[in-house]
C-alpha cells in the first residue's frame, strides 16, 4: 500500500523512478484527502450533534472563557454562538439555585475533582412584564459539570443543564391543587361543624343519650376530617417553602400539661394512663400551636398503638439547657428494625402501625409533619424503639430560638404599634 | 350595654349560624354578603364596634373595604377583624399594614369561642 511507505523512500524512488515516484505521490495525497474529509465529516456531525442536542451544552476553559455554545444556550440565554465564545461564563449566563436569588458561579461547579451535580438551579427570563408582582418567571434545569483534560495542559470543562421546567411546574401545580382544594373544603366542613354545634349547645330540646351519641360520631368525624385538610396543608406549605412561624417565649411545661389534658379522655377510654411530666419552669422559643401539634401527635399515636399499660412524658433539659428534650414513652408494639427508615417519611408506617384496625384512619403524615415543624424551630426529632416493649418518640426545642421572636396575643396578632 | 357587630361573610350558612348566636348572647348584628354592602352598612351606622371581615367577598374583596373605611377618620373607633380560613402570612400581613386590628381563623372557633375573641378584642382595647 502506498500510504504505507515512507517519506524518504518516495523521495529514493523519485532519484531512481520519477515516473513511480509521482505515481505514488499523487495516491498518497488522494489517501490523506479522503481521510481528511471523513474526518472533517465526522467532525461536523458531531459538533452538530452537541449543537443540536436538547441540553444545553457549554465548554470553558481554564479562565472560564466560553469554548463552546451550542443551539439550545444560544435559544435560552438569547445570546449568538459569535457573541458568547470567548466571553466569561459567568457575564453570560446567570444561573440560580433553586427559586432564590443566590447565584450559583462558575467557581462553584468548574473543574472539580468529582462531577459536579446541582438539582434544581434556574434562570430568570425577563419577559417585560413587571406590572404583576407575582413570582419571577423561570425556567429550572439540573446543572452537570465535567472537565475534560487535553493533556497539553489545556483543560476545559463542559457544562450540562438539562430543562426540568416541566417536572417543577407539575409539582407547584400539585401543591397549589392541594392548597385550593384544601381551602375549599374547609367551608363547608366549618358550616357542618357550626350547624352541628348549635345543635348540641343552644337548643333547648332535652336529646335522648342515643342522640347524643350519634352527634358526637358526627363532631369526632368532622374533627378528622379538618385533621387530614390541615396535614394536607402543612405538607403543601413545607414543599413550597412558605411555612411561617410564630414564635413566643413560653413555659413549655404549661402547653404540655394543657395537650395531655387535651387527649386525656381518648387515653382512658382505652384504659391506658398517662403519667404527666414532672412539675418544672421549662421555657422555650417555640411556636406554641405547632409545639403542640408536634407533642399532640406523638401523644395521639402512643394512645392509638398502646393497647394496655401506660404513657409517661419526660420533659427535660438538654446539651447545658440549650434544648429541652420531650419524650412520649409508651408500652405498645415497638416498631420492627427494617420499618425505621419509613417512620419519619411522608406517607410512611410501620406495619405493626398498619395492623391497627383502619377506623382510627391516618394519613401516614403526621410524623412526617411533626419532624418538619421540629426542625423549622432549630430542634429535631426522633425514636428509639424495642420490639415488644414500646417505643419512645422525642423532640427538641431551643431554649433561644434561631428565628426572630414575635410578640403575639394568644389568638390573634396585635399589630405593630 | 351591648355592642354592635357587623359580619361580612358570603358564606350565607356561615353568616347566619354566627349572626344568631352572637345575637342570642346581647350582641346588635349587622350581616351583609359581600363588600359593597358592607361599606354601605358602614356609612349608614358609624357606632359599630367591631366589623368581623371576610376577605375573599364577591363585588368588592375585604382588603379593599378595609382600605377604604381606614381612609375615613370617622370611623376610627371601629375594630376591623379580618376573618380567614387559612393561616395566610402575606394576607394577612397586608390587612395589618392597611389597618386592621387583628385576625381570627374561621375553622377553629365555633360560636362561643368566637364570640370569646370579639368581646376580648372590643374590651381589651377599652381598658387601653
Redesign the interface.
Given at each position: 500500500m502506498p500510504g504505507n511507505t515512507p517519506n524518504t523512500s518516495i523521495i529514493s524512488l523519485g532519484q531512481n523512478d520519477p515516473e513511480n515516484a509521482a505515481k505514488l505521490l499523487h495516491n498518497v495525497a488522494e489517501e490523506l484527502y479522503g481521510k481528511n474529509l471523513e474526518l472533517y465529516r465526522e467532525q461536523t456531525r458531531l459538533n452538530e450533534i452537541l449543537l443540536k442536542i436538547a441540553e444545553i451544552i457549554i465548554a470553558i476553559d481554564q479562565d472560564y472563557k466560553i469554548t463552546l455554545f451550542n443551539k439550545r444556550a444560544e435559544e435560552t440565554f438569547q445570546i449568538n454562538q459569535k457573541d458568547a465564545i470567548g466571553k466569561n461564563i459567568d457575564e453570560i449566563v446567570k444561573i440560580y439555585k433553586g427559586f432564590t436569588l443566590e447565584v450559583l458561579s462558575a467557581n462553584d461547579y468548574a473543574f472539580k475533582d468529582k462531577t459536579q451535580t446541582f438539582e434544581h438551579v434556574s434562570i430568570i427570563i425577563d419577559d417585560g412584564d413587571d406590572s404583576t408582582n407575582n413570582e419571577l418567571d423561570r425556567i429550572y434545569f439540573n446543572l452537570q459539570s465535567t472537565y475534560v483534560d487535553f493533556k497539553d495542559n489545556k483543560k476545559e470543562a463542559v457544562i450540562a443543564l438539562s430543562d426540568i421546567t416541566h417536572e417543577v411546574e407539575l409539582d407547584k401545580q400539585k401543591d397549589e391543587f392541594i392548597s385550593i382544594a384544601s381551602?375549599e373544603l374547609?367551608?363547608p366542613?366549618?358550616?357542618v361543624?357550626?350547624?352541628l354545634?348549635?345543635l348540641e349547645?343552644?337548643t333547648k330540646k332535652k336529646y335522648s343519650q342515643r342522640d347524643l351519641k350519634f352527634m358526637n360520631e358526627m363532631d369526632y368525624g368532622l374533627g378528622r376530617l379538618?385533621n387530614i385538610m390541615n396535614n394536607l396543608?402543612s405538607v403543601s406549605r413545607i414543599q413550597q417553602g412558605k411555612l411561617?412561624l410564630e414564635i413566643q417565649r413560653v413555659d413549655i411545661h404549661t402547653l404540655t400539661t394543657a395537650s395531655i389534658e387535651a387527649l386525656h379522655e381518648s387515653a382512658q377510654k382505652r384504659g391506658l394512663t398517662i403519667h404527666n411530666p414532672k412539675e418544672l419552669v421549662a421555657f422555650a422559643e417555640v411556636d406554641p400551636a405547632k409545639y403542640q401539634e408536634i407533642f399532640e401527635n406523638f401523644l395521639s399515636n402512643a394512645i392509638k398503638y398502646t393497647l394496655k399499660g401506660k404513657i409517661t412524658v419526660l420533659i427535660e433539659p438538654i446539651e447545658n439547657k440549650k434544648f429541652y428534650k420531650i419524650s412520649v414513652i409508651d408500652e405498645g408494639p415497638g416498631i420492627p428494625y427494617r420499618d425505621y427508615s419509613k417512620i419519619f417519611t411522608k406517607f410512611g408506617r410501620a406495619e405493626e402501625g398498619l395492623k391497627i384496625k383502619t377506623s382510627e384512619g391516618s394519613t401516614g403524615l403526621g410524623l412526617y409533619i411533626a419532624k418538619q415543624f421540629a426542625k423549622h424551630m432549630g430542634g429535631d426529632a426522633g425514636f428509639t424503639s424495642q420490639l415488644g416493649k414500646g417505643s419512645t418518640f422525642w423532640f427538641t426545642v431551643p431554649t433561644k430560638s434561631p428565628l426572630k421572636l414575635n410578640v403575639n396575643t394568644t389568638?390573634?396578632?396585635?399589630?405593630?404599634a | 350595654m351591648s355592642y354592635k357587630l357587623l359580619l361580612v361573610e358570603d358564606?350565607a350558612?356561615?353568616r347566619t349560624?354566627?349572626a344568631?348566636?352572637l345575637r342570642?348572647n346581647g350582641f346588635e348584628v349587622l350581616e351583609a354578603e359581600d363588600g359593597e354592602q358592607a361599606t354601605t352598612l358602614v356609612a349608614n351606622n358609624h357606632d359599630i364596634d367591631l366589623i368581623l371581615l371576610d376577605i375573599l367577598l364577591p363585588k368588592k374583596d375585604g382588603l379593599k373595604v378595609l382600605a377604604e373605611i381606614r381612609a375615613n377618620s370617622e370611623y376610627n373607633k371601629m375594630k376591623i377583624?379580618l376573618a380567614t380560613?387559612?393561616?395566610n402570612?402575606k394576607v394577612?400581613k397586608q390587612g395589618?399594614e392597611l389597618?386592621?386590628?387583628?385576625?381570627?381563623i374561621?375553622?377553629t372557633l365555633?360560636?362561643?369561642q368566637l364570640k370569646q375573641?370579639i368581646l376580648?378584642?372590643i374590651e381589651g382595647s377599652k381598658k387601653n
Open positions: 381551602h374547609k367551608t366542613i366549618s358550616i361543624k357550626n350547624n354545634w348549635m349547645n343552644t379538618q396543608l411561617t389568638g390573634t396578632i396585635k399589630p405593630q | 358564606e350558612s356561615l349560624v354566627y344568631e348566636y342570642s377583624y380560613m387559612l393561616n402570612d394577612i395589618f389597618g386592621a386590628d387583628g385576625y381570627i374561621k375553622d365555633n360560636p362561643e375573641e376580648a378584642a
